[in-house]
């Protein structure tokens, strides 16, 4: 007796057409459309305003920094009704940059701000930091498929890295989407996603490869979905507490981690929707088999 | 898989309370250094200020290609060899031309691992410089060693000096690191205008002591200068009297009598002598004082001054004063440095971020409590024992180790506490298909155990191998959300094979009769 039964295995072609869809479309909006690189990748300068004089607000400030000369200023709220966080790239070297802003600003709003963060990243310095961000999320992908591939058979090295491609490639898509900024932190949640969305692909693998063995007579198609349905509970209870951490943080963890925690939100849906229908109808396709597993084993 | 030997039960229960001290020990202050650890808190979270330095380092090599060519000069005219066209071109090669039978000679002089002109570096296999022959004519060229060693030296140098400047100023633990060989990090808690400190390290402080000259037309010797005040350019010869090297001491100060702050200086003997001698043929010549390019001032020798001590004055404020006498005290940067990343944060963010990180994890964690009971009662209260205990090592072992823990380390932590609780998952449902098929119920657990293993590997195998990449290849906070991250997997591991196990196991013990315990 199986606890779950779901026919998950019927629905492969379907789910697998809309997924090529969907990363059809991320791949058109990254192309098209592009990401919001935040300062650490474009370079420039971000900083974090806080009014304490409620005569402060978005329009004034964006009229205050038109003035200085800084080119494409970007002004927001930042969570609170009194932050804001203003962003420019500029071009000159003003050594002597951030307390000229802060004397215009005075000058034309009055001392009732204070500056809570403020950030300068050189030209050179944000390039680096997007070559070394792709470098990680590369190394990343490689380092999970060399693990894979020593671990299991090479049908679910391919699998699993496609279904990782697929997470990323969608959690990008949605980022682009949204034109929600990438910082440093975003390559971080990427790498976690990818080690996520691994987890969950390689325990339901584990789970295939054992029943390969345990039952012989059982064609690919239908033991994938015996495999997804016995991990199944496992599955949901470990998306659930996983999700509930990041929707905490999400919620309660401040502005900062925000961009952050949504990129891992959205990386363990992908994740676990990917490990169930990209990563086992993956093998479906590549006619995974008893022998398979047994080859390789002796 | 769930027998438990009592040394072993005492060794558990040993080395969680060792864990839950170095956690406590955050929140109290012990006399004893051993034991006094705390975890430290990154810039983002305690407020401060991170700047990147970068060496400019053309000018050294300049310098450095300059000197080699007056060396290599008359150290080839002392073996008797002439060579003519000797030139510096495209700010890396020495060019010259010599005889053509002398050619052989002069290559076998500076191929010679032994000869001081062109030295080997036994450790890298390389000499400082790469000859290329073309018929008589020379080209030499750093050689990828000869460069790295010059920009280590140059970056050294510049390490000490940014050093003294940030200690002069006395700011609370700042951190200085090297990165690579031309960049220095600067990591300043607890300051949240770095705007003079910026001034301060932005600055090459080269002062130097020269004549102005009489003639208005720049020539070979001389060069025209502006003032710092932008007010006028005058003419000025390049041979130095003195420099900021022969200065032993600087102070702002005072001076009564023009009503005005200056910068008193003091020389060393080799500079005294000098200054007094130019002071006492120059009087009625005006002596420019260059910082960095710039004329300070430019007074009018009056007397001569023999005593090796005397005074800039050049419409200071006090604070410049002061700046300008620190400056000079810890001595001029051997290149230009530009700051090429900063990222400061106040301190009241760094305190919101703290409680926002604090409450993100505690209402987590009750989520995550609270789902477990609901989900598996008993069973989900042992593995909620593990995870708090797990919370603890987390943080003890991070206490043990110093480490630092920044923003995207509470979210760190804040996961870990959501993926700790998997392997208990993975394992008790394990157990709960064991159950279909073995009746008995020690069995049972046992198989689960056993069979669950390669997955929970696997598993957190994964997430490991994300955090260590992370940890190499990341950069500032992120770096302490892979330490979290990572450290949280073995001690999601130990609290999950050891505490909950042993919970597991205790409580089967006890329970043997009963029916469907998970």
């Known amino acids: ?298 | 898989m769930l027998h438990f030997s009592k040394t072993r039960i005492i060794i558990i229960t040993l080395l969680s309370f060792f864990f839950i001290f170095f956690t406590l020990s955050n929140f109290i202050k012990f006399d004893d250094n051993l034991i006094n650890k705390k975890i430290n808190l990154g810039l983002d979270l305690q407020g401060g200020s991170y700047l990147l330095l970068e060496i400019d380092n053309n000018p050294v090599i300049i310098k450095e290609l300059q000197n080699k060519a007056t060396l290599l000069k008359n150290y080839l005219k002392e073996k008797k060899i002439i060579i003519s066209n000797l030139k510096i071109s495209e700010e890396k090669f020495i060019k010259f031309k010599a005889n053509l039978n002398d050619v052989e000679k002069i290559n076998n002089l500076l191929q010679d691992k032994n000869e001081t002109i062109n030295p080997y570096y036994e450790r890298f296999k390389s000499h400082q410089y790469e000859v290329s022959i073309l018929e008589n004519n020379f080209e030499l060229k750093l050689s990828k060693y000869g460069l790295v060693y010059l920009k280590n030296s140059s970056l050294d140098q510049a390490i000490e000096i940014i050093r003294r400047r940030v200690d002069e100023i006395g700011t609370n633990e700042p951190n200085i690191l090297k990165r690579g060989n031309d960049r220095i990090v600067v990591e300043l808690p607890g300051l949240d205008d770095p705007m003079r400190i910026k001034n301060l390290l932005g600055k090459t402080a080269n002062l130097t002591f020269r004549f102005v000259s009489k003639n208005v037309e720049e020539t070979f010797g001389t060069e025209k200068l502006e003032f710092e005040d932008g007010s006028e350019i005058v003419n000025v010869s390049k041979r130095i009297i003195i420099s900021g090297e022969n200065l032993i001491d600087a102070q702002p100060r005072m001076d009564s009598e023009v009503n005005e702050t200056v910068v008193t200086f003091s020389l060393d003997r080799v500079g005294a002598k000098r200054f007094g001698k130019a002071t006492t043929t120059g009087i009625g010549k005006s002596l420019a004082i260059v910082l960095d390019g710039k004329i300070i001032s430019a007074p009018v020798i009056q007397e001569a001054i023999t005593t090796g001590s005397g005074q800039i004055s050049g419409g200071f404020t006090f604070q410049s004063a002061t700046d300008l006498a620190l400056l000079l005290r810890s001595g001029a940067l051997p290149a230009p440095m530009n700051i090429i990343e900063e990222r400061t944060v106040g301190p009241g963010l760094g305190e919101d971020s703290i409680k926002s990180g604090l409450l993100a994890l505690l209402i987590g964690f009750v989520l995550v409590i609270f789902f477990m009971i609901f989900k598996y009662k008993i069973f989900g209260l042992i593995a909620n024992t593990a995870l708090i205990l797990n919370l603890f090592f987390l943080i003890g072992v991070l206490t043990l180790f110093e480490a630092t823990l920044t923003l995207p380390g509470i979210a760190g932590i804040i996961l870990t506490v959501g993926m700790a609780v998997d392997a208990n998952v993975l394992i008790f449902e394990r157990i709960k298909e064991e159950k279909l098929i073995e009746k008995n119920q020690v069995i049972a657990f046992d198989s689960g155990y056993n069979k669950s293993k390669t997955a929970v590997l696997d598993a957190n195998i994964t997430t490991l191998i994300a955090a260590v990449i992370l940890f190499f290849l990341g950069s500032g906070p992120i770096k302490g959300f892979s330490v979290t991250l990572g450290v949280g997997i073995f001690t999601t591991l130990f609290s999950v094979y050891f505490i909950a196990r042993l919970l597991t196991s205790l409580y089967l013990m006890k329970n043997k009769q009963k029916e469907n315990l998970i």
């Open chain 1, 1 to 298: 007796m199986i606890k779950n039964n779901i026919n998950f295995s019927k629905y492969y072609k379907n789910f697998n057409l809309i997924s090529g869809i969907l990363i059809f479309i991320s791949i058109c909006l990254l192309f098209f459309k592009g990401l919001n690189f935040g300062i650490d990748f474009k370079g420039g300068t971000l900083i974090e305003l806080r009014a304490n004089d409620n005569q402060i607000n978005v329009s004034a400030l964006r009229n205050a920094f038109s003035n200085m000369n800084l080119g494409d200023v970007a002004v927001k709220k930042f969570g609170k009704e009194s932050d804001f966080l203003i962003k420019f790239e500029k071009k000159e070297n003003n050594k002597n940059l951030i307390q000229d802003i802060k004397k215009n600003l005075t000058k034309t709003l009055g001392n009732g701000y204070e500056f809570r963060r403020v950030e300068n990243v050189g030209p050179k310095v944000s390039a680096e930091l997007l070559n070394s961000g792709l470098i990680a999320i590369v190394v990343a992908l490689g380092a999970m498929l060399f693990y894979i591939w020593i671990r299991f058979e090479w049908q679910f090295s391919i699998g699993a890295i496609v279904a990782l491609f697929h997470d990323v490639i969608l959690t990008m898509g949605v980022f682009s989407l949204f034109s929600i900024e990438v910082n440093l932190s975003i390559v971080a949640a990427i790498l976690t996603i990818v080690g996520y969305s691994m987890n969950d692909t390689v325990v339901i693998f584990d789970r295939v490869r054992e029943n390969l063995k345990k039952h012989i007579d059982i064609k690919i198609f239908e033991l994938t979905n015996i495999s997804i349905n016995e991990t199944l509970s496992r599955t949901i209870i470990t998306s659930a507490t996983t999700l509930l951490a990041l929707l905490s943080i999400f919620i309660f963890g401040g502005e900062i981690l925000r961009g952050f925690s949504l990129a891992m939100i959205l990386g363990v849906v992908f994740g676990t929707y990917s490990s169930i229908y990209i990563a086992n109808p993956i093998l479906v396709y590549l006619r995974v088999s008893y022998k398979t597993v047994v080859k390789e084993d002796s």
